[in-house]
């Protein structure tokens, strides 16, 4: 799917190489991506099939409706978490914004909270 989808001249070139399901696959992510190209800008919260598949996926796991809409694809985790710990950044410059982080703790939360000149208030078992 991922070949056809960053070249699917494939597609037509040399679609015997192929199972019928990931060329409708890749034709279906191309059909969602602006131009039809893997070279375009996606929708900010990720490829549109892409997240209607993740919401699917999770409604038929956890026997719970899951939207599309609800859905965020991020390049890796690192980058969905500072994404969210930006948004929780007040814009009140009288106030310094601070983030409660479990410890042992993972290094990018410390390292995010330096970053944005935030308080870091750690948590130990429950108590601060």
């Known amino acids: 799917v991922i070949s056809l989808s960053i070249a699917p001249h494939l597609i037509k070139t040399a ?10 696959r890749a034709t279906e992510i191309l059909g969602a991506v602006g131009g039809n190209s893997m070279g375009s ?14 919401a699917e996926y999770i409604s038929e ?3 719970y409706p899951a939207s599309p809409d609800d859905i965020f694809v991020g390049t890796g985790a690192s980058s969905c978490i ?11 410059n009288n106030v310094r914004p601070g983030f409660m982080i479990p410890v ?5 939360y410390s390292a995010c909270t330096a970053e944005f ?12």
Do not use: W
């Open 15 to 24: 679609p015997s190489c192929f199972s019928n399901d990931a060329i409708q």
């Open 41 to 54: 800008y996606p929708d900010s919260p990720g490829i549109s099939t892409v997240r209607n598949h993740v």
């Open 61 to 63: 796991r956890d026997g």
């Open 82 to 92: 500072k994404n969210i710990m930006k948004l929780c950044l007040t814009m009140d």
């Open 104 to 108: 042992p703790q993972y290094p990018l």
């Open 117 to 128: 000149n935030a308080e870091l208030v750690s948590q130990y078992n429950g108590t601060v």
